[in-house]
């Protein structure tokens, strides 16, 4: 009982705080650490003991996959330079540099000392994503950010470990190890767990090869992320890795091997799960405050010394990111090229944002009883976690505000689905042209569907205001909503009225749940779009490439795309360069020529060739003109 009630606490506070997050227009994480810290020190809150097993194995996996799974395999590969220097170089480099601090100040060994770097180390995942998806950071960063906090608590794992056995904490650990053999175990750690995790991917689309049923589909994505941590760990290969490749591979694959039942039905749980879970987590840590700082009062290390190095750690942990940051970015950017040219200021909101989280407590709670100094670096451990998602947390949107650093124009994604959007349809009346198994009538009433769909994606584009009307879509889409609560006022009374068999409600109801559910998530979409596309400042005073670049130029090509000309390809829609004049495909097209252009040559600005569209984009701002 106490156990279920202890739960039921736990998930009413998460609700709680993250309602009270919204209302105040603040990040759930913060707000729900707050509630910890205070709600430890409440005489009838009990203590909360975090074994570092449940956080390990039953907390962590899933949230690598939920995360995982939503992020791009695509972007993942793009940017898999900036993620490695910074989930292994960056944790490395701030393992080492906390180390030697820690050794310096403290009575422990080096290798405990550099054990706690490894700790403190890697930034969170759900706090990076949750913060940087919530303020509106430009997509890339965001997409540097998802990729770096899921691999790098591998590399912190691994490190933690090692640092352990070269101490001779563990049972049967010999102290001292070997260059050479760290190398190889963070490679056997690496390799073991792509391979593990891509076995289990290949167990999963065979199984869902045979099986299309969502709920069933549902249970067995459930299992997933635990089929892919515990063989990988039992092998001494990388869980954490194992977790994320199998996330990343099955994500990517989905459109591909389940159906669109089950990946809505995948989708809607999963979010559930992680929402419960990952804010959970930071009510979790700050109710671990009062028992932490109560177990160091009695150190013979004093309380003096004991705060200096928890203030001195998380000083060195907040300097240590931009000083890696910056001089590496500017390395594969400017010397090397490497990386397409990007803006300091992206690279300054970059590495400022490095908040701690579940995984810097349980690495924490790792290290044996037998460490010397153990609560006090455990301590440790938790003031750099809560004061780097204070300090950062708190004061990264105002930093990236004041950079000018902001989420991509939300009317270039619009621009973009309805392109999409039309290279589908186009191809998809093709192909009906080419049936000859449907009569007249059904032929029109999926041509006219198929249009009427791409109109709604090209009238998101179209300015609103109170001086213009809605258009046909926003008219259908309104009248539709309210008849459909019509119908289901009279379904809900022949019910009540006990005229109609259950099961047959139960059918006509979901109908309409369904149909309901998609135009009020359209309805949304367009709201939200809508407050973008009202005049704003960013409107009126546009970045300064755009300013700087003309509206238009002499295409270097006349007849398309050059590349795809001379690669045989084709094009969805054509992008002109307005610095040099250059004609290349746009990121629909197969080979996104228009990208690949500003990749090598760094030309920011590019306009639509296409008949009748005379936007401009700029790739460094990310915003459209």
């Not at 990729?147 to 352990?164: F, I, K, P, Q």
């Not at 190398?183 to 869902?208: H, N, P, Q, Y």
């Not at 006509?508 to 359209?522: I, P």
Request: net charge negative.
């Amino acid at each position: 009982m106490e156990i279920a009630l202890g739960l039921l606490g736990i998930a009413a506070a998460v609700l709680g705080g993250a309602a009270l997050a919204r209302w105040l227009d603040l990040p759930a994480p913060l707000v729900l650490i707050l509630l910890g810290m205070l709600g430890s020190y409440l005489p009838f809150v009990p203590e909360v003991v975090l074994d570092p097993d449940l956080v390990l194995l039953g907390i962590l996996p899933p949230l690598l996959y939920a995360a995982a799974i939503q992020t791009s395999l695509v972007d993942f590969r793009a940017n898999r330079g900036v993620i490695v220097s910074l989930s292994v170089g960056l944790v490395l480099c701030t393992a080492l540099g906390v180390g030697l601090f820690v050794w310096w100040v403290l009575p422990v060994p080096f290798a405990v000392a550099f054990a706690l770097g490894a700790v403190v180390a890697p930034p969170d995942a759900v706090a990076a994503t949750a913060i940087g998806r919530r303020i509106g950071l430009p997509r890339r960063i965001v997409s540097i950010l998802e990729g770096e906090s899921l691999v790098n608590d591998a590399t912190a794992l691994v490190a933690v470990r090692t640092a352990v056995a070269a101490a001779g904490l563990t049972a049967g650990a010999a102290p001292g190890v070997t260059l050479a053999g760290v190398a190889g175990d963070f490679l056997r750690a690496s390799v073991g767990g792509v391979v593990v995790g891509l076995l289990v991917t290949l167990v999963v689309e065979g199984i869902r090869r045979h099986a299309s049923e969502p709920t069933f589909d549902t249970a067995v994505s459930f299992l997933v992320p635990f089929a892919a941590y515990l063989p990988a760990e039992l092998v001494h290969a990388s869980g954490v890795i194992a977790v994320v490749t199998a996330g990343l591979v099955l994500g990517h694959h989905s459109p591909r091997h389940q159906a669109g039942a089950s990946r809505l039905s995948e989708r809607i749980n999963w979010a559930s799960i992680q929402f419960l879970l990952e804010n959970a987590v930071f009510l979790l840590i700050g109710l671990q405050v009062y028992y932490v700082l109560s177990r160091v009062e009695s150190s013979a290390l004093g309380l003096d010394r004991i705060a200096g190095v928890a203030l001195g750690t998380l000083v060195l942990v907040l300097v240590l990111r931009p000083v890696w940051v910056f001089p590496t970015r500017w390395l594969t950017t400017t010397v090397l090229r490497r990386e397409p040219p990007a803006p300091w200021t992206h690279t300054a909101v970059l590495s400022w944002a490095g908040m701690r989280g579940v995984v810097t407590l349980a690495a924490a709670l790792l290290l044996p009883p037998a460490t010397p100094h153990r609560d006090v670096l455990v301590l440790v451990a938790v003031a750099v976690t809560i004061g780097t998602l204070l300090v950062q947390g708190t004061t990264l949107p105002l930093f990236a505000r004041a950079l000018g650093v902001r989420a991509p124009d939300p009317r270039e994604d619009a621009l973009q689905a309805a392109t999409v959007m039309q290279a589908a349809t186009k191809v998809a009346m093709e192909a009906l042209e080419e049936r000859t198994d449907l009569d007249v009538a059904t032929r029109e009433l999926l041509r006219s569907r198929s249009e009427d769909r791409l109109n709604q994606m090209w009238e998101r584009l179209g300015r609103r205001g109170a001086d213009v009307g809605d258009t046909p879509s926003d008219r259908y889409r309104r009248a539709r909503l309210e008849l459909i609560d019509i119908e289901r006022r009279e379904v809900l009374r022949l019910r009540d009225a006990g005229r109609v068999d259950q099961e047959v409600l139960r059918v006509v109801l979901t109908a309409l749940d369904l149909e309901e559910t998609m135009l009020a998530r359209v309805e949304d979409q367009v709201d939200r779009l809508r407050e973008d596309l009202l005049p704003t400042e960013q409107v009126q005073a546009p970045c300064w490439h755009l300013q700087q670049a003309p509206t238009c130029i002499e295409p270097g090509t006349a007849d398309g795309c050059a590349e795809c000309l001379r690669e045989g390809t084709t094009w969805v829609h054509l992008r002109l360069c307005l610095a040099c004049g250059h004609v290349g495909c746009c990121n629909s097209s197969e080979r996104r020529h228009a990208a690949g252009h500003y990749r090598q040559t760094g030309h920011p600005v590019m306009r639509s060739l296409e008949p009748g569209e005379a936007w401009r984009w700029c790739y460094v701002d990310e915003v459209l003109a």
